[in-house]
């Protein structure tokens, strides 16, 4: 049961009062057909809209089924007009992108009734009013008196307890109208029908009460109705809610109206991602190149630990604060050079060692340790017993090669020992980073081989020293040097003591020969890989430093070693030693197992900073001399490279991210035309009982749609263009497969143009829910 109760609704236009409803107090039944008639102007569709919850009056009440609407939230309002009334317009109001079903289904929708029984309802609807072939068809497809029925069969789909008819045969012929107005009178059997009307000739003939209306006041009712008393509050609400998927759903059927459309504005949206994308991709490309190059690049840059090393970070800072000339004053002043100042006794021990060997194997699966230990070896020549040097330089004793040692060490250069320290045989250093040309790789610590350059040369004085006779520039089979024979010869059968007390290296002889019980073999020939930038072995003759172990194990008992211990002068040479000098010989005598350099090659750069940091903890709280210093080698190519190209991606992601904000305030334009284009549709979803946020929701999804296909859209180009991006760089550089397209970071990129895109587009989605429903309803 309906009931107004003196409303009142004014409207005010500059000094213009008009009362549309003017003290309106009248009563309904439950089911029963009301007329309303009257002149244009004279408040009839105020009071339709009023009664619909379109409008809102100023004062009195509307009471429904005992339940006053004085309270009534704008989402009860939504909710009422969503389940209590339906309204057929004049103009039929369908979505014209929607099927005749769809359009019928609209209002289930916005209540949350399940997709199968809102199904079965608007076949229903559809049946009962005639339509049951055409539930498939697009409106434009149907005449005017089906696009009515459709309309009647929307109103009615829900099952509300009052029907609103707007003339509803307004814009119908005579034959036409009067089926219409059949359908309505059925309906009326079971509903409240209120209707509008110019026509009285259809109200005498179908409607059971008539109202007249006129300057927003009833003049007469040709059936008047007192309700009872203290009516009972029977009045239920069920809250509207449309679920997200629908909204998508909606939105997507309208975009897939305008497809062409839909495409160029997705594309110009898109131009910012494929420049932001593209940008990526070279950033990325080249990155992996940089960190390819660096990490092959790493072996020639070792983290170096030295017995004597120079404190860089001194430097740094020296050279931060005297960077300037000083005023000159006539005078110099004694000082001693900054890198005699900077220099620093690094003291390595056994303790020191094992803290070395405990380092990660992911971060360095490298570490060379260089001892400077002298090998005495001899060759068998066609009978010719011969010493064999393996060092491409003089390694004599009485050269004291420590020397040579300390400089190499310095500037990070190894000698050629090839690590074998936290080796795996997955990734073994050499068939990691050199090619086997002959033979076999080593297996055993008296296993050696020789390096070739790049061009397959060989040292001169190394294939001398093996024995050979040969001359530069001459040509020499491989597979007869490979299996060549030498015998390793303790420091007890190499060296002779003297009457004067020094020693000296005997004669080599078949006896000597024959003494010692170590054969080293040359087990291949190997040269770097193409694509290995590593120049860890010098050309020449190289061995494991598991040998040199072997070797030390050997000699560290030797007579002679036992006497330079016990003498400050050199046994060799009988020349005073400095304690440096004392602990060079005995190392390289084999007499000391301790290194005089440790080189650990780091996997990567960032496993570089990790084994800096696990160097640095063993400083911790230690004295400055306790203290051992490294020389980070690498760390000059991660200052000169570290940071460049992300700064460039920053700044070229920043000019295309311009184009981005550009695309997200062109979405916001496009929605708000989109939003004047469907103010229609924005009226009939309030009609239907959609709240603000369910419009809000219509159009957030219409511009998460576009923002996510732009996304996708520009991914999708970026990815095409870094073909022949690639191509272009690659005949330009000759570096391959440079723009290489990240996908994680596409999928961000999609992400971030969805949510810039719905940001865009959110503010004229706000505005749509805040249009009025009885204004848009009558825009065209």
Same mark, same amino acid.
């Given at each position: 049961m309906l009931q107004l109760e003196h409303l009142m609704k004014t409207y005010k236009v500059g000094d213009t009062i008009t009362h549309a409803l003017n003290d309106v107090t009248i009563n309904f039944r439950n089911h029963e057909f009301v007329a309303i008639l009257g002149p244009s102007g004279s408040g009839k569709t105020t009071l339709l809209n009023v009664i619909g919850g379109l409008d809102h009056y100023d004062s009195g009440d509307i009471i429904i089924n005992g339940k006053s609407t004085k309270n009534f939230t704008q989402t009860d309002w939504d909710a009422y007009r969503n389940n209590t009334v339906g309204f057929i317009f004049q103009s039929y109001n369908l979505i014209p992108h929607l099927s005749i079903i769809e359009n019928v289904e609209l209002g289930m929708t916005l209540s949350g009734v399940d997709s199968k029984e809102?199904?079965?309802?608007?076949?229903?609807?559809?049946?009962?009013?005639?339509?049951?072939?055409?539930?498939y068809k697009k409106p434009n497809q149907l005449s005017g008196g089906q696009m009515q029925r459709v309309a009647i069969a929307r109103a009615i789909a829900n099952d509300p307890d009052i029907l609103l008819c707007d003339e509803p045969t307004g814009a119908l012929d005579t034959k036409t109208s009067k089926d219409i107005m059949k359908i309505i009178k059925e309906l009326s059997k079971d509903k409240l029908v209120i209707m509008v009307t110019h026509n009285p000739e259809l109200a005498d003939e179908y409607a059971s009460r008539i109202v007249h209306f006129q300057d927003g006041k009833i003049l007469s009712d040709s059936d008047p109705y007192t309700p009872p008393k203290d009516v009972k509050d029977t009045f239920h609400l069920k809250k509207t809610k449309m679920s997200y998927w629908n909204a998508l759903k909606l939105s997507f059927t309208n975009i897939m109206t305008k497809k062409g459309q839909t495409f160029l504005t997705a594309f110009a949206s898109s131009i910012g991602i494929i420049g932001i994308a593209i940008v990526l991709a070279l950033s990325h490309g080249f990155q992996k190149q940089i960190d390819e190059t660096q990490t092959k690049t790493l072996a020639q840059f070792p983290i170096s630990i030295s017995q004597t090393a120079t404190d860089l970070s001194a430097n740094s800072n020296r050279e931060k604060s005297n960077n300037k000339n000083v005023k000159y004053r006539g005078y110099l002043t004694a000082a001693i050079p900054d890198n005699e100042k900077n220099t620093h006794q690094n003291h390595i021990t056994q303790a020191y060692l094992n803290y070395i060997k405990k380092i990660n194997p992911a971060y360095a699966n490298n570490i060379s340790f260089i001892r400077g230990t002298q090998l005495n070896l001899l060759s068998n020549n066609d009978g010719k017993i011969s010493k064999v040097e393996f060092s491409n330089t003089n390694n004599s004793q009485n050269s004291l090669a420590s020397a040579q040692l300390q $400089?190499?060490?310095?500037?990070?250069?190894?000698?050629?020992v090839f690590p074998t320290t936290l080796d795996s045989k997955k990734n073994s250093f050499l068939k990691t980073n050199y090619q086997l040309l002959e033979g076999k790789w080593p297996k055993a610590s008296t296993d050696v081989v020789l390096v070739l350059n790049n061009k397959d040369e060989a040292n001169l004085n190394a294939l001398t020293n093996l024995g050979l006779k040969v001359k530069d520039g001459q040509?020499?089979?491989? $597979?007869?040097?490979?299996?060549k024979k030498f015998k390793l010869v303790t420091n007890n059968d190499y060296y002779q003591k003297l009457s004067t007390g020094t020693y000296v290296p005997k004669t080599p002889d078949q006896a000597m020969y024959n003494s010692a019980s170590t054969t080293i073999t040359l087990a291949g020939v190997i040269r770097s890989k193409n694509n290995s930038q590593m120049a860890l072995l010098d050309n020449g003759i190289a061995y494991s430093d598991n040998l040199t172990k072997k070797i030390i194990n050997q000699n560290k008992n030797s007579e002679i070693v036992q006497a330079q211990k016990n003498s400050n002068l050199n046994v060799l040479t009988n020349q005073p030693l400095a304690n440096s000098q004392k602990e060079q010989l005995l190392a390289s005598l084999g007499g000391s197992s301790l290194p005089s350099s440790i080189l650990i090659y780091p996997t990567s750069f960032d496993s570089k900073d990790k084994i800096l940091s696990y160097l640095d903890k063993w400083n911790k709280g230690k004295k400055s001399s306790a203290k051992i210093i490294y020389t980070d080698m690498s760390g000059t190519v991660t200052q000169l490279t570290g940071g460049v190209l992300s700064g460039i991606t920053t700044v070229l992601v920043a000019f295309a991210g311009i184009s981005l904000i550009t695309s997200m305030i062109m979405i916001g334009i496009l929605t708000y035309t989109s939003v004047l284009e469907r103010t229609k549709e924005i009226g009939i979803l309030k009609a239907l009982g959609a709240r603000k946020r369910d419009i809000t929701r219509v159009f957030d999804a219409e511009t998460f749609i576009l923002g996510a296909f732009s996304g996708v859209l520009g991914i999708f180009i970026a990815y095409l263009l870094t073909f022949p991006i690639s191509a272009i760089i690659y005949n330009m550089t000759d570096m391959p497969n440079v723009a290489q397209l990240d996908w994680l970071q596409?999928?961000?990129?999609?992400?971030?143009a969805t949510i810039l895109t719905m940001i865009g587009g959110h503010l004229p989605a706000k505005m749509a829910a805040k249009r009025d429903a009885a204004e848009a309803l009558r825009s065209e």
């Open positions: 809102r199904h079965e309802k608007a076949i229903a609807a559809l049946k009962k009013v005639g339509l049951g072939e055409h539930i $400089s190499m060490n310095t500037m990070g250069i190894n000698t050629n040509k020499i089979d491989l $597979s007869k040097l490979i299996g596409a999928i961000i990129l999609v992400v971030i």
